[in-house]
């Protein structure tokens, strides 16, 4: 499989990780949409939100949780926004579920 974050969760691509549990895993955004954007992801492959939550509700779950462990870590206590884009049409840049956890300034909506 030629996964980017796979490949981040080998660690055989370079990332700087913020949070690790056992089977999730959380990294800075090589390409912030604000002054905090980590990446959440599962450590096992999951093409979608929608995926893992059919194959295992739980650990869909985990994933959330680390997230949200991510926010506080941050300090984002003021707010911040979870974006989990599916599919191509909603912008899904690689095919691996993964929650961005954006903060640390007002964000606008809709987004732009």
């Not at 300090?75 to 979870?82: A, I, K, T, V």
């Amino acid at each position: 499989m030629d996964c980017l974050f796979c490949g981040i969760v080998a660690r055989e691509i370079p990332a700087t990780v913020v949070h690790e549990g056992p089977r999730t895993l959380a990294f800075r955004d090589l390409n912030p949409q604000a002054p905090t954007h980590v990446l959440v992801i599962p450590k096992d492959h999951h093409a979608t939100a929608a995926a893992l939550a059919d194959a295992d509700p739980a650990y869909a779950g985990e994933v959330l949780a680390a997230a949200a462990a991510v926010a506080r870590m941050e300090g984002l206590d003021s707010g911040y926004r979870l974006v989990a884009n599916t599919g191509d049409d909603a912008g899904q840049s690689v095919s691996h579920l993964h929650w961005h956890v954006l903060g640390g300034r007002v964000l606008d909506w809709p987004p732009g």
